[in-house]
């Protein structure tokens, strides 16, 4: 397995892995609040003031006064300056809400930014890139009618949004030869999480904090229980972060009801999250980190260090110490930063990071046994038990 980074998208929230039909988010978010637009855009201010003088006088052509409002919203929250404060029309949020939690009509492919241009990374078992013959290492240069070239990642936000049933063409470059592919866009399902066992070691991957990630580590922690592992490596790596639930979950499956982190709002004041229901599990963990392990696992990956509960290895992550706000009003979905988190331990990693207890760089390997940060977590745990 390659390991290597996938992309940053900061100038919208930290990391994100884009699902084609859809952009996965890397965030710490907390619940949605529906409050009046009022508290937003309070009514009689220079927005609607401008509105009205465009309805009653602007002859300079038609224009969507809805569209308009949206990009005032969108501009107002982009002028705070925080990467990770959105504004979302209705349907921009649902849709994205859909995708985090691992359904999402699209084609069913990962994609990275490289030197060649928009390239798969993978595909999906179930969605209809396989059936189509889509492969690894194809690089993107017609998807849906939009030239491809020279795009970046964060260029691809209005090009992957699609619906169930929708007929496209895609144009790929493979081994020198342009290849047309019609695909038929269906609702793709995706795994938050997967399991391999090395030995007598079980290997759990989370992929994001979203979705199915809580059943699917239970059932992995179970699996190795059942096996007779001696130890779990979670594998962050490249995780961009989720839900809270989802943190309160897993942290919970190692630490059981012990504080998790804390927020400190505005004002001043504090809220702690703990682990919902009891450890799943006493067998020696490892935890492996990197440079876009973000937000909820940067959180995850802290507590169980600052409990001593795992040896975490790998590389120094991303550091977003921050947690993101929902706020459902009249005309949209905005996301705002409305608290630092810090760590059990008092620890706040915003702008920082986690630094590993064991640093070991990244490789090039194709399997987890010739994987030297995998190894190298392997061997800290075999040293705990020899100690």
Same mark, same amino acid.
Not at 26 to 53: D, H, K, Q, S
Not at 140 to 157: A, C, P
Not at 160 to 169: A, D, P, R
Not at 275 to 283: E, K, S, V, W
């Given at each position: 397995?390659?390991?290597?980074?996938?992309? *940053?998208?900061i &100038?919208?929230?930290?990391?994100?892995?884009?699902?084609f039909?859809?952009?996965?988010?890397?965030?710490?978010?907390?619940?949605? +609040?529906?409050?009046?637009?009022?508290?937003?855009?309070?009514?009689?201010?220079?927005? *609607?003031?401008?509105?009205?003088?465009?309805?009653?006088?602007?002859v300079?052509?038609p224009? =969507?006064?809805?569209?308009?409002?949206?990009?005032?919203?969108?501009?107002?929250?982009? *002028?705070?300056?925080?990467?990770?404060?959105c504004?979302?029309?209705t349907?921009?949020?649902?849709?994205?809400?859909?995708? +985090?939690?691992?359904s999402?009509?699209?084609i069913g492919?990962?994609?990275?930014?490289k030197?060649?241009?928009?390239?798969?990374?993978?595909?999906? =078992?179930?969605?209809?890139?396989?059936?189509?013959?889509?492969?690894?290492?194809?690089?993107?240069?017609?998807f849906?009618?939009?030239?491809?070239?020279?795009?970046?990642?964060?260029d691809?936000g209005?090009?992957?949004?699609?619906?169930?049933?929708? &007929?496209?063409?895609?144009?790929?470059l +493979?081994?020198?030869?342009?290849?047309?592919?019609s695909?038929?866009?269906?609702?793709?399902?995706?795994?938050?999480?997967?399991?391999?066992?090395?030995?007598?070691?079980?290997?759990?991957?989370v992929?994001s904090f979203?979705?199915?990630?809580?059943?699917?580590?239970a059932?992995?922690?179970?699996?190795? *229980?059942?096996?007779?592992?001696?130890?779990?490596v979670?594998?962050?790596?490249?995780?961009?972060?989720?839900d809270?639930?989802v943190?309160?979950?897993?942290?919970?499956?190692?630490?059981g009801?012990?504080?998790?982190?804390y927020?400190?709002?505005?004002? $001043?004041?504090?809220?702690?999250?703990?682990? +919902?229901?009891?450890a799943?599990t006493?067998?020696?963990?490892a935890?492996?980190?990197?440079g876009?392990?973000a937000?909820?696992?940067?959180?995850?990956s802290?507590c169980?260090?600052?409990?001593?509960?795992?040896v975490i290895? @790998?590389?120094?992550?991303?550091g977003?110490?921050?947690?993101?706000?929902?706020?459902r009003?009249?005309?949209?979905?905005?996301t705002?930063?409305?608290?630092?988190?810090?760590?059990?331990?008092?620890r706040?990693?915003? $702008?920082?990071?986690?630094?590993?207890?064991?640093?070991v760089?990244? @490789?090039?390997s194709?399997?987890?046994?010739?994987?030297?940060?995998f190894?190298a977590?392997?061997?800290?745990?075999?040293?705990?038990?020899e100690d």
């Amino acid at each position: 397995m390659n390991h290597k980074r996938l992309y *940053e998208w900061i &100038t919208v929230c930290v990391a994100i892995v884009t699902l084609f039909g859809g952009l996965l988010v890397g965030m710490l978010l907390g619940t949605v +609040r529906t409050v009046n637009n009022g508290a937003f855009l309070p009514p009689g201010g220079a927005l *609607e003031e401008l509105a009205a003088a465009v309805e009653k006088y602007y002859v300079g052509g038609p224009y =969507d006064d809805s569209a308009a409002k949206l990009a005032a919203e969108k501009a107002f929250v982009s *002028e705070l300056g925080d990467p990770y404060s959105c504004f979302y029309s209705t349907e921009e949020y649902d849709r994205q809400t859909q995708t +985090r939690n691992g359904s999402y009509a699209g084609i069913g492919v990962t994609v990275e930014e490289k030197e060649a241009g928009i390239t798969i990374t993978k595909v999906a =078992d179930n969605g209809p890139a396989k059936d189509a013959g889509l492969q690894v290492g194809d690089v993107l240069l017609v998807f849906n009618g939009h030239d491809m070239r020279g795009l970046k990642i964060e260029d691809l936000g209005g090009v992957v949004s699609l619906e169930e049933g929708q &007929t496209i063409v895609v144009t790929v470059l +493979r081994d020198g030869a342009e290849l047309d592919f019609s695909l038929t866009a269906a609702v793709v399902v995706s795994d938050m999480a997967r399991v391999e066992f090395v030995g007598d070691v079980a290997c759990i991957a989370v992929s994001s904090f979203y979705g199915n990630a809580p059943q699917l580590v239970a059932d992995y922690i179970a699996q190795a *229980e059942e096996k007779g592992c001696r130890a779990i490596v979670v594998d962050l790596r490249g995780n961009p972060g989720g839900d809270l639930g989802v943190l309160m979950d897993l942290a919970a499956d190692f630490i059981g009801k012990k504080e998790i982190i804390y927020f400190e709002y505005k004002d $001043g004041s504090h809220d702690s999250f703990t682990g +919902r229901h009891d450890a799943l599990t006493d067998l020696p963990v490892a935890v492996l980190i990197n440079g876009n392990s973000a937000s909820a696992s940067e959180a995850f990956s802290g507590c169980l260090q600052a409990h001593k509960r795992a040896v975490i290895v @790998g590389e120094k992550s991303f550091g977003k110490g921050i947690a993101q706000q929902s706020f459902r009003l009249t005309g949209g979905v905005a996301t705002l930063t409305v608290a630092k988190y810090y760590l059990p331990d008092g620890r706040c990693i915003h $702008g920082e990071g986690i630094t590993p207890d064991i640093v070991v760089a990244a @490789g090039e390997s194709e399997t987890l046994a010739a994987d030297p940060q995998f190894m190298a977590a392997v061997q800290a745990l075999q040293n705990d038990k020899e100690d």
